[in-house]
């Protein structure tokens, strides 16, 4: 069932945060030309949660990542290696992750971010794992945190809607092959870099440009019927990719986590691999398109909630800007 490593790592700790403000497709309804009835039927959400004035992307990551380390049992001075998985800075220079450093209290972590949008946490996962797996890490801080209403378009009636904050993190710890995580995929095609992006902000259109404000180019702009097709169909994939690698099939696991993009998408997805509605978790209704923050925000509220239980047998898998799609397995 698992992979060519001897060790690899496991979930020793969960944490999650969302800030406190929440808007509804009511308050949508206020701000733009929508209806809970055009949002809801295209994409499933309800509401979605939004930082506060003067709260920002390392207040989240700091709450979700002491409440995995709290959760763990583990003292922020044991982290080794911090990963922060997200598309939304805290500022563009240094890391986001150096910023939060301090904050969390893992003063002994090496500390990078990663950015792969949507599939950022599980690219962080299997990064992490490696480092485990070699032995230069023994315990790995994974957040996945995002402050994606701060890059949107209140204007754009077609991604406003869909998009929320929050944060989620882990704490991965060695395990014996076996256990833990048990097997990985990810997958990247630059070719469709244009149909999720943010195109201003960057060096070739600087922050300061006029021209790119007025245009809206400083914010998120996505292509949603061309992104649906190939979502579907890389989720589809590479889940199965997973579970064939592991030898198993729908009827192993306990759950599937996958990125809450949208409703319809995950729908797809279900249904191409024949997973019953029970084995897949959602809650994009209540929170929204987190990005990088909505594996583990989900995995966070399934344990809570107790559909997750030790040594259940887990597959998420994610899509996002890039494109890059992503699958892990695990043994909770």
């Known amino acids: 069932m698992h992979d060519r490593f001897e060790t690899t790592a496991r979930i020793a700790g969960i944490g999650t945060y969302l800030p406190e403000r929440v808007l509804t497709n009511a308050d949508l309804e206020k701000m733009v030309e929508t209806s809970d009835e055009w949002i809801t039927t295209r994409t499933g959400i309800k509401e979605r949660h939004v930082v506060a004035e003067g709260e920002a992307l390392v207040d989240l990551v700091e709450r979700a990542g002491k409440a995995a380390m ?3 049992g583990v003292a922020a001075e044991e982290i080794d290696l911090f990963l922060l998985a997200t598309a939304t800075l805290e500022q563009p220079i240094p890391a986001s992750s150096s910023i939060a450093q301090p904050r969390l209290g893992v003063v002994n972590a090496a500390c990078l971010d990663v950015s792969a949008a949507c599939s950022g946490f599980v690219y962080a996962l299997n ?9 230069e890490a023994k315990n790995v801080l994974v957040v996945g945190g995002e402050c994606l209403t701060r890059y949107t378009d209140w204007t754009d009636r077609s991604t406003c809607v869909l998009f929320g904050d929050g944060a989620g ?17 990810w997958k990247t095609d630059g070719t469709y870099a244009d149909l999720i992006s943010m195109p201003g902000g960057g060096c070739r259109i600087p922050p300061w440009d006029r021209e790119a404000i007025d245009r809206r180019l400083p914010f998120i702009k996505m292509r ?23 030898g198993i099939t729908v009827d192993d696991l306990a759950l599937f986590v996958p990125h809450q993009a949208n409703l319809r998408i995950i729908k797809a997805v279900g249904s191409r691999l024949k997973m019953p509605d029970e084995k897949v978790f959602t809650n994009v209704q209540w929170v929204g398109n987190t990005s990088a ?10 344990v809570e909630q107790g559909r997750i239980q030790r040594g259940d047998l887990v597959l998420s ?16």
Do not use: H
């Open 169 to 185: 993190a882990v704490v991965l710890q060695p395990a014996p092959a076996g256990e833990g995580i048990l097997q990985c995929a």
């Open 224 to 246: 949603g019927n061309e992104v649906f097709k190939v979502a579907v169909r890389a989720l589809t994939e590479i889940s199965n990719e997973v579970m064939q690698r592991a």
């Open 127 to 135: 990064v992490a794992r490696q480092f485990i797996a070699t032995g």
């Open 70 to 72: 709290a959760d763990a």
């Open 317 to 332: 898998s994610a899509f996002g800007g890039g494109f890059t799609w992503a699958s892990i397995l695990f043994r909770y």
């Open 293 to 302: 923050a909505s594996i583990p925000l989900a995995l966070g509220q399934a």
